[in-house]
């Protein structure tokens, strides 16, 4: 076997799911933007998509979460309860290559700030993936 042939044989496969990154930035010797591929793009995608206030994107107003204005809200049982049940909305809404298993909020009250813990799985990818996201609230 030439080394040719094995080249072909281990050529990878091909992306199922992919992003640009945020900042588009280029590769130094091939010129192309990155990308952000499979279970990283999906990732991403939640990450951004819990990021994202209500009416930050001018063409779709509904998208995104707006946690940021409950930790303005007293830390209470009932304010994490809100926060994950808007985070399952969203998520449901926008992301559907993602079926969620569990989301966990802890709250961090003295800085106004909760840990989400999401345990999901991606459509077409057999493996249970996790996220950690810290929201803290701008100052």
Sequence with gaps: MTQRSQYILTTPKKA????????????PDTKQIFLFTDVNSVKRSL????????????????LGCGIRSLLFDNMTPETLIRVKDVIKETIENYEPRVSIVEIEVLGHEDQNAVTINLVFEIIN???????????????
Excluded: C, G
């Excluded at 990450?47 to 001018?58: A, G, M, Q, S, V």
């Excluded at 990818?125 to 100052?139: C, G, M, S, Y």
């Design 125 to 139: 990818i057999p493996e249970r993936q996790f996220l950690q996201i810290d929201v803290n609230r701008a100052r």
């Design 47 to 62: 990450r951004n998509l819990i990021f994202t206030d209500k009416y930050e994107r001018f063409f779709n107003p509904n």
């Design 16 to 27: 199922k799911y992919s992003d640009f990154t945020m900042n588009l930035d280029a590769h």
